[in-house]
């Protein structure tokens, strides 16, 4: 089966510009996550998609930062105006089915790597 | 708040040897996950650990969990160059929470 899909797959933008991710999950995954990498840093989670419903944004900068899935297939993550800290690599993962406190292992995509200047 | 934590951080070892990476969790937790990614790539699941005393072996490479004392084990038997590379393990609470990644190195 196809994996998670991601673009772009670089971007280099300068500071106060806006940029937009977009991530394809897994056929058939009801549950999409979009994480910050830093380098040299684990992944830590922006926010989780259950369909087209947020099920938790809260560690997500919520004055730039913002992320839509409205057919609960593909979604976006939108950064806008970007600092010279959002520069990472931003990761989408999605999985079969989630609940309050169960998850199934997580698929991820290659990353897009944002590079502000 | 979820803590996890491992160590070491960088891991530098000689082809043929032993070693084990270690993964300590703050919070009860009922599942944990190993992943790999190589520099550049993005993360490729190893193991899916779900209870305690669970073990599972791939290849070269051992994974066990202890819920009780919150610990997670990586044991790497007779390293190859192939597995370099940065491991990470995650914890599920109420999210997925990473640790900070052991960064290995295996030299010939």
């Known amino acids: 089966e196809a994996g998670v899909a991601q673009s772009p797959r670089y971007k280099i933008i300068e500071k106060r510009q806006s940029v937009a991710f977009w991530c394809n999950p897994i056929?058939?995954?009801?549950?999409l996550y979009w994480y910050q990498q830093i380098l040299g840093q684990g992944p830590k989670l922006l926010i989780q998609?259950?369909?087209?419903?947020?099920?938790?944004d809260s560690q997500l900068p919520k004055d730039r930062f913002s992320a839509e899935r409205l057919k609960g297939v593909d979604s976006t993550l939108k950064i806008q105006p970007a600092k010279l800290e959002d520069s990472a690599v931003y990761l989408c993962?999605?999985?079969?089915?989630?609940?309050?406190?169960?998850?199934?292992?997580?698929?991820f995509g290659p990353g897009t790597r944002l590079t502000v200047l | 708040e979820l803590k996890v934590e491992q160590n070491p951080l960088f891991l530098s070892m000689q082809e043929g040897k032993n070693y084990t990476i270690y993964c300590n969790y703050s919070t009860t937790s009922d599942r944990l996950y190993w992943y790999r990614q190589d520099p550049g790539k993005s993360l490729e699941s190893l193991f899916v650990l779900l209870s305690n005393g669970a073990v599972k072996q791939e290849g070269r490479l051992m994974a066990s969990l202890d819920t009780k004392a919150r610990l997670s084990t990586l044991h790497i038997t007779a390293a190859v160059h192939d597995l370099s590379a940065t491991y990470f393990c995650a914890v599920s609470g109420s999210r997925l929470t990473f640790g900070e990644g052991t960064q290995l190195t295996v030299n010939p």
């Open positions: 998609f259950q369909n087209n419903g947020v099920v938790d």
């Open positions: 993962a999605s999985s079969p089915s989630s609940g309050r406190a169960y998850y199934n292992e997580q698929f």
């Open positions: 056929s058939g995954h009801a549950t």
